[in-house]
Nanobody, 123 residues
Framework: VQLQASGGGLVQAGGSLRLSCAASGRTFSGYVMGWFRQAPGKEREFVAAVSWDYNSPFYGDSAKGRFVISRDNAKNTVYLQMNSLKPEDTAVYYC?????????????????WGQGTQVTVSS
């Protein structure tokens, strides 16, 4: 199983980025796909998640109103569109897959993790 995250980079405050997570190696039907982020010296934080089977997104407080998670089942890819970025959004962003839709915010739910992609927002 492989999750390949991409799309990070350097952007000015107020700008946008779209992260992608390409999944391979198994079927993810029944799984929830999540995005987390981790800034230096901080714990890994839940950002957003979406069920592979149902278009029911979940968002952490930091993402509500600014980020949109979506998935393309045909491409086995999950996206995170990030708008109105702030310097405090600077972090390494990880995608992950886990089996429990009712535990989307918990890192322990996720059994597969991507390698992370760096997002840096300058002020």
């Amino acid at each position: 199983v492989q999750l390949q995250a991409s799309g990070g980079g350097l952007v000015q405050a107020g700008g946008s980025l779209r992260l992608s997570c390409a999944a391979s190696g198994r079927t993810f039907s029944g799984y929830v796909m999540g995005w987390f982020r981790q800034a230096p010296g901080k714990e890994r934080e839940f950002v957003a998640a979406v069920s592979w089977d149902y278009n029911s997104p979940f968002y952490g407080d930091s993402a509500k109103g600014r980020f949109v998670i979506s998935r393309d089942n045909a491409k086995n890819t999950v996206y995170l569109q990030m708008n109105s970025l702030k310097p405090e959004d600077t972090a390494v962003y990880y995608c992950a897959a886990g089996p429990h839709v009712d535990r989307v915010v918990s890192t322990s739910n996720y059994v597969h993790w991507g390698q992370g992609t760096q997002v840096t927002v300058s002020s």
